[in-house]
Every structure is written in C-alpha cells, then in structure tokens.
Nanobody, 129 residues
Framework: QVQLVESGGGLVQAGGSLRLSCAAS??????????MGWFRQAPGQEREFVGS????????YYSDSLQGRLTISRDNAKNALYMQMDNLKPEDTAVYYC????????????????????WGQGTQVTVSS
C-alpha cells in the first residue's frame, strides 16, 4: 500500500503552465516498485487517463488529446511524481489525480482507472479563458 498526495493545482489563464506534484509515502515497497499514472475528472465527466510513466521513469505514455502539452517525470529518490502542463486550455479544467499500480502491464496498456489500486485525493486545476 502507498499514500499519495497531489499538489500544485490552482487557477491559471489559458496558455499558462502548471507543474503538478505527487508525493508518495508510507509504502512498504520502494517508490520504484510502482508504475504511475495521472488522471483527471471534470464535473459530470468520467475519470480520464492523462498519461503514465514506467517504474524507472525512462518511458512515458500520453493521451492523444494531450500529447505535446504534457511532460511526466519522476524522482524515485524523492518518492515523487511530476507533471508539467503547458499551453493550458479551459477544457483542461478538472481535478487531477495521481495513481499507482504494481502490476507488470506495459504503461501504454494501463489507461483505465480500474487498473490502478492506489489514488491520491486530487488537486484542482482551473483554466480561465
């Protein structure tokens, strides 16, 4: 089990940038044990896959709709996950969640929330036009 806490959300104007962080703690396993993902959920919408990163951090995978505007990274020594979001649009407004899994499924095949057992509480991102 692992506890995840997101931070870095806020209000930003369209075209702006934000860097979200996800801190992992209280895990019986090293942070590098977990493949990580980012999801988002807008009001009235289902939780949507944003992107993911492998255990080592060497491989990333992004949603087609967000490709080119996101950079996901991690620092296993600091038990931290990051997501840099650039050129934000009003439709990016949502609660953003980080999630962890220990399954060995390749990251490009782990795009469903059901595949991630561990979740943070989310951080709100609001993009004004």
């Amino acid at each position: 089990q692992v506890q995840l806490v997101e931070s870095g959300g806020g209000l930003v104007q369209a075209g702006g940038s934000l860097r979200l962080s996800c801190a992992a703690s209280n895990s019986e396993h090293p942070f590098s044990t977990y493949a990580m993902g980012w999801f988002r959920q807008a009001p009235g919408q289902e939780r949507e896959f944003v992107g993911s990163i492998s255990r080592s951090g060497f491989t990333t995978y992004y949603s087609d709709s967000l490709q080119g505007r996101l950079t996901i990274s991690r620092d296993n020594a600091k038990n931290a996950l990051y997501m840099q979001m650039d050129n934000l649009k009003p439709e990016d407004t949502a609660v953003y969640y980080c999630a962890a899994r220990t399954s060995l499924l390749p990251i490009e095949r782990a795009r469903s929330p059901d595949q991630y057992p561990y979740w943070g509480q989310g951080t709100q991102v609001t993009v004004s036009s």
